[in-house]
């Protein structure tokens, strides 16, 4: 089973990496020292709507044929003994940090390629239902208007509406966002975005293919924790949540039999 140490080993590699290389990822900021988003509005003006149609798009981040790589990694912290923001351990030395990278966001709609990272400081242990909350929030779903995107496997894709760029929306802006929805989601974070170049992408890819292998022994060690040992327990088909992968076995079983035939 992957533990909490393996964990926050890769968490403390990740931001190792991001800052190493100044040259990939740019200088870090505190998220205070960040640029205030623009206004998304004036008086005169009407909002900017969550859901961005093709024919609004501005930009896209991240959507094929561009490739994307958007990583919730946690980093487990002792709920006896809160971690004060800006001592955070494992983040360089102290605190939560925001990059933002690549070349700026421009009014072009063919796809960019995207990179997005989050590292979450929690204090529950590992689970496969806690990855999966962290990984349901990296769209920052509803709360940006004129940002929409969405979040499958290890890749995030959005569309960012006309309208939001010619307001001087930045990779900055994004992150200093993004930073600020996981603060109002009660989490402490660090993260790291932009137009990833291929160097980066390069950088990023053997600790994102280690945090899928990490997530594979936490699910694989939790269902046999979970299964039961004796039969059924008495549990009608019907009403039994596991129903659906017991016909999968049974179908892959009467395939085998009718191959092996009579």
């Not at 995107?149 to 001087?168: I, M, N, P, Y």
């Amino acid at each position: 089973m992957a533990t909490e140490s393996e964990f926050n080993a890769l968490a403390r590699e990740v931001l190792a990496t991001l800052h190493r290389h100044p040259d990939v990822f740019g200088t870090p900021r505190r998220p205070e020292a960040t640029a205030a988003p623009p206004t998304w509005r004036s008086q005169d003006e009407a909002p900017l709507p969550n859901l961005v149609l093709a024919s609004e798009t501005g930009l896209l981040l991240g959507e094929p044929p561009a490739c994307s790589s958007s990583l919730a990694l946690p980093r487990f912290v002792d709920p006896a003994t809160p971690e004060q923001p800006e001592r955070a351990p494992g983040l360089g030395g102290d605190g939560d940090w925001v990059w933002a990278f690549g070349p700026p966001f421009a009014a072009t709609r063919i796809p960019q390629d995207f990179l997005q990272i989050v590292v979450v400081a929690v204090d529950q242990p590992p689970s496969r239902q806690l990855l999966a909350q962290l990984a349901a929030r990296r769209s920052m779903s509803r709360h940006l208007p004129g940002y929409f995107a969405h979040s499958e496997g290890s890749a995030t894709g959005a569309r960012l509406h006309h309208q939001l760029l010619a307001r001087g929306f930045s990779p900055w802006h994004l992150a200093e966002a993004m930073h600020a929805y996981w603060r109002a989601e009660g989490f402490c974070a660090t993260v790291a975005l932009g137009i990833g170049s291929r160097q980066a992408f390069a950088l990023i890819q053997p600790l994102a293919e280690r945090f899928h292998h990490l997530k594979q022994r936490l699910a694989a060690a939790q269902v046999d924790a979970e299964a039961p040992r004796d039969g059924c327990e008495g549990r009608e088909c019907a009403s039994c949540d596991e129903k659906s992968v017991c016909d999968k076995i049974r179908a892959v079983l009467a395939a085998r039999q009718r191959r092996a035939g009579p």
